[in-house]
């Protein structure tokens, strides 16, 4: 796999069936510590929600991921939040939605169809964005080829992830797996630049 999809902005949708109302939030996320975040802001905005239901996956594998009933029956709101996710395969994604209570019962269907409606309605709203995946590298260098090793970082796309430039150099690059061999093979090309695997 050499690109993945995922999205850079938030939104909210609404949705309502019976008087229930479904807000539906959608946030770009990259660890479990920015989806407890975005979750803990949704709970201070809505408190008095009768449930906040969630599911993510993260990382451009999508291997890590978690769907949450909070409280409505099992697999009625967390799943369908996720197939909805899976269904535009995006990754490094978190849809929270919250619902109101109407005072009608929807039974489990209808609990399905109202969290894939919201979360279908919310990720409609934000452009999905093809990134590349990347495998990542450290740069240990002499100030004098920093020009040399941005001209390489620059024109293969490369992401700089960290860096200290100073007297003596240290950067955190992710070159995109499509084009690693030839971006390395022209790292390799500059006099006395260290590459290490991360």
């Known amino acids: 796999m050499e690109v ?12 309502k069936d019976k008087g229930s109302k479904f807000l539906a939030y959608a946030y770009p996320v990259k660890t479990t510590d920015q989806v407890k975040e975005c979750l803990q802001e949704v709970k ?17 594998d999508g291997l890590q991921f978690r769907a949450v ?3 409505e029956p ?13 269904s535009k395969q995006l990754t490094d994604v978190m849809v929270v939605v919250v619902r109101y209570f109407g005072g009608t019962l929807l039974g489990v269907p209808g609990l399905i169809n109202a969290y894939k409606m919201s979360c279908a309605m919310v990720l409609q709203l934000i452009p ?23 001209m390489v ?24 797996k499509s084009s690693r061999d030839l971006t390395l093979l022209r790292l390799k090309d500059i006099y006395n630049l260290e590459i290490k695997n991360l």
């Open 128 to 150: 999905a964005v093809q990134k590349n995946v990347e495998a990542k590298y450290r740069l240990v260098f002499d100030y004098t080829i920093l020009n040399d090793v941005m």
């Open 4 to 15: 993945y999809y995922t999205i850079e902005k938030t939104a909210v949708a609404e949705f």
């Open 44 to 60: 201070k905005e809505h408190p008095k929600a009768t449930h906040h239901c969630y599911a993510y996956r993260l990382g451009t």
């Open 153 to 176: 970082v620059k024109q293969n796309n490369c992401t700089v992830l960290k860096q200290d430039i100073q007297l003596f150099c240290e950067m955190e690059i992710g070159i995109p």
């Open 69 to 71: 009933d909070d409280g």
């Open 74 to 86: 099992s697999g009625s709101a967390g799943k369908p939040i996720l197939g909805q996710i899976d």
